[in-house]
């Protein structure tokens, strides 16, 4: 062949003639052309020196893909930097033309996909180019290329909320992706708003919370910018656990403590809505009476907390258990006929009961005991008990009955307490033997001062003052209110007295006198025109004045009345003695009320409402303006003082009726136990 020639320059050759001097020339070229490689020659990839007929593989390197790429570096990048997280193109160019492929010798540090390179991790990343060759070209010899990368940059996304709200106490979920896919962190940058633990986001106030998300970076990432998210924090709902009592029961009179505790933390307040079972303050509950008390606990809100639903609980409240105090008599012994006031106050402070349990020597009539016979009269109080309170145990004690209060003789009776001698009859009857035979006469006021009597021969009888009438006065009597077997045949009404009514009052009659009802028992003025029945007396006077000499002073805040002998509280209930006058302001009562007041005064505990013979002994019938009552021993005594007795009013006309002396003029009336009337506390058993 031609190209054989060409190689191996026959000797020959240039024996030919000139005419093909121009072709040996071309000839020539085209073998030089060869052996630079151009058309494969020189490789080897001609034919053997054996004459064959076949050409051999050309070889080939790979070399820089621009001019500008200085030796050593083959492989260029663009960009020339790499980071973690980013790319960059490898490029170089093999001498044959053909394609090249890439790849990462370091592959932790970096991977490559076609000729895109990508940061894996910070450090050297080697890159390798290779041409395997084809029918025309051997395998290129490897060339490599370092690189190296950098610390990635990374961001983060929106943060989000699962739930998309949060309240106060409340919680929702926060979650943001960084580009790197290291782990966020969270953060509040409102730690009064909201708190957050992870990526639990906690309410704590109503208001604006705002979460910071953060990727602090690694060794191969770059901190990532703060992101915030705003989320608003509303109000929190809040619930109140169940309510407990200490102790867990309860009684009417007795205490137990409530507690409960909002999820809020926020105080809880407590309330009755059983008013009339029990009450509530502060959070203590108080029993009233026997039966299923309700509390309820509120918890309000505030500026973080909506109201709470109201809890209630029930307890319930069982009777309670109640003591009656000692019985006491305001008289140390009574006589047959006479009388005593018994008094005795259950802890409960309901109405106690009396009752005899020696009928033949005493009976009782509401409180007030009679003697029957001589001897020992036992008393017995009760208190039966109610919805509220159970029965108490049952007190007893025992009085004295001596003899009888009057020592009658024939047409005559001497009161052994006052000494005071009385007709049995009235004036206009006639005493037969054992009855006052006829009818009373009715006189007038100045004909009945004039009256004398034959009636045991005695000539001092005389017209009985006011004081004196009311002592004959029967109080557990109506109807006649006078004991019938000492003065028989008494008619029921008005008596006159010997005492003028003193008033400076210019509306009321000059001319009044005092008179005593012996239908009930009443005192009142009369005038003196008119008429009205007579009973005579003798003996010394009782003084219807209440002087300043006739009081002891005590020094401690009693007197001792030295014409009874009774001790009496210088003030009013419940004021207290101090620096010589009544300290505090004054008070009312019902009767009802009235009656369970208890005193423990002056080293003395047997305080009690005075009888209403005792409070009449107060009275100042010389007096001639309210208060009728010696103010300079009672300083307190407002201007018109009512006061309550403890005695009832006999008469079933006039149910839950009492006693009471109006201290404006002196009269003695009964009123409804309802009305609020004052209290003046006695001491010490005395009569008239």
């Given at each position: ?137 051997n395998a290129a010899t490897q060339v490599t290329q370092n690189i190296t990368v950098g610390k990635g940059s ?153 109201a709470a639903t109201q809890v209630p609980q029930n307890l319930t409240v069982k009777q309670s258990s109640q ?366």
């Open positions: 062949m031609i190209q054989n020639e060409c190689c191996q320059h026959p000797a020959g050759l240039f024996k030919v003639s000139h005419k093909l001097e121009s072709i040996m020339k071309l000839i020539l070229l085209i073998g030089l052309i060869f052996a630079l490689g151009i058309f494969g020659c020189g490789g080897g990839g001609g034919e053997s020196s054996g004459g064959s007929g076949s050409t051999s593989k050309a070889d080939q390197t790979i070399v820089a893909s621009t001019e500008e790429s200085a030796p050593p570096i083959v492989i260029s990048f663009t960009p020339a930097t790499l980071a973690v997280g980013g790319t960059t193109t490898a490029s170089a160019i093999a001498t044959s033309k053909l394609p090249l492929s890439f790849s990462s010798t370091t592959p932790t540090i970096c991977t490559m996909v076609g000729n895109t390179v990508t940061g894996v991790a910070t450090g050297t990343c080697t890159v390798a180019a290779n041409q395997a060759g084809d029918a025309n070209y990374q961001t983060i996304g929106t943060i989000s909320f699962t739930p998309a709200t949060l309240a106060v106490s409340g919680t929702t979920t926060a979650s943001a992706i960084a580009t790197s896919k290291l782990a966020v962190s969270f953060s509040s940058t409102t730690a009064t708003i909201c708190t957050v633990s992870g990526n639990t986001v906690t309410g704590v106030a109503a208001g604006t919370c705002t979460v910071a998300a953060n990727q602090a970076g690694d060794a191969n990432y770059n901190a990532a910018t703060q992101v915030t998210q705003n989320i608003t924090a509303g109000k929190g709902s809040q619930t109140i656990g169940t309510i407990n009592f200490t102790p867990a029961t309860l009684a009417v009179g007795g205490t137990t403590t409530a507690s409960a505790i909002a999820t809020s933390k926020l105080a809880v307040s407590f309330s009755s809505t059983t008013a009339t079972i029990c009450t509530v303050s502060g959070n203590t509950v108080t029993g009233v009476k026997a039966g299923t008390c309700t509390v309820a606990a509120n918890q309000a809100g505030n500026l973080n907390y909506n003591t009656i105090g000692p019985i006491r008599f305001n008289h140390a012994t009574i006589t047959i006929g006479g009388s005593a006031l018994a008094t005795a106050i259950a802890t409960s402070g309901l109405p106690v009961s009396f009752s005899s349990t020696t009928p033949t020597i005493c009976t009782m009539v509401g409180s007030t005991v009679i003697g029957v016979a001589a001897g020992t009269c036992n008393i017995a109080a009760d208190q039966a008990g109610d919805a509220t309170f159970n029965t108490a145990p049952q007190m007893t004690q025992s009085i004295l009955v001596a003899g009888s209060r009057y020592d009658i003789n024939d047409c005559a009776v001497t009161d052994t307490t006052t000494n005071l001698m009385w007709m049995r009859c009235s004036m206009g009857q006639t005493w037969t033997v054992s009855a006052c035979s006829g009818s009373a006469e009715n006189y007038t006021w100045t004909a009945a001062k004039l009256l004398s009597s034959p009636c045991g021969g005695y000539p001092d009888w005389r017209l009985p003052n006011v004081r004196e009438l009311q002592t004959i006065v029967g109080r557990t009597l109506y109807n006649t209110a006078i004991d019938p077997t000492v003065f028989p045949n008494t008619p029921a009404s008005y008596f006159w007295s010997d005492t003028t009514f003193f008033s400076a009052d210019p509306t009321l009659p000059s001319s009044s006198v005092w008179s005593v009802d012996f239908s009930y028992g009443y005192s009142s003025i009369y005038g003196q025109n008119g008429f009205l029945p007579v009973r005579l007396v003798r003996g010394t006077l009782l003084s219807t004045s209440r002087l300043d000499s006739d009081y002891v002073d005590n020094g401690d805040g009693t007197i001792t009345h030295t014409p009874t002998g009774l001790m009496w509280k210088r003030c009013l209930q419940p004021q207290t003695w101090d620096n010589n006058t009544c300290q505090g302001p004054t008070e009312t009562y019902s009767w009802d009320d009235a009656q369970t007041l208890t005193s423990n005064f002056a080293n003395h505990d047997d305080w009690h409402l005075p009888s209403e013979e005792e409070l009449l002994s107060l009275v100042d019938y010389t007096k001639a303006s309210s208060p009728t009552i010696n103010i300079t021993i009672f300083p307190s005594m407002p201007f018109q003082p009512y006061l309550w007795s403890a005695s009832a009013f006999a008469s079933p006309n006039y149910l839950n009726s009492a006693w009471y002396v109006n201290f404006v003029q002196g009269n003695a009336y009964n009123y409804s136990g309802s009305n609020q009337l004052y209290i003046l506390f006695v001491r010490a058993a005395q009569s008239f």
